[in-house]
Nanobody, 123 residues
């Protein structure tokens, strides 16, 4: 399994950004993909997750109503649409595979990680 994250950049507060995670070698019938983020000097935290089979999703409270996770199984791609970005959203964003069958948040339940993409929100 390989995951390739992209789409980060430097944006201003209130702007939008879409991250992409291209997956290969995975099982779209059973796998789930999570997005996590890690700010400088802080731990890696859960952001959102989605089941690839039927698109069920869950979000951390800090991004509910602003971020949307989606998937396009024809392109093996999972997206994180980020709206109304805030400076506190600044972090490296990672996508990761969860093979456990549970739409879970802990990072230890994710066994394969992408390389990360930097998102910086600053005026």
């Amino acid at each position: 399994v390989q995951l390739q994250a992209s789409g980060g950049g430097l944006v201003q507060p209130g702007d939008s950004l879409r991250l992409s995670c291209v997956a290969s070698g995975h099982n779209p019938n059973t796998d789930m993909i999570g997005w996590f983020r890690q700010a400088p000097g802080k731990e890696r935290l859960f952001v959102a997750a989605i089941t690839l089979s039927d698109g069920l999703s869950r979000y951390d409270d800090s991004v509910k109503g602003r971020f949307t996770i989606s998937r396009d199984n024809t392109k093996n791609t999972i997206y994180l649409h980020m709206n109304r970005l805030k400076p506190e959203d600044t972090a490296i964003y990672y996508c990761a595979r969860n093979p456990t069958g549970t739409l879970a948040t802990p990072s230890w339940m994710h066994d394969v990680w992408g390389q990360g993409t930097q998102v910086t929100v600053s005026s």
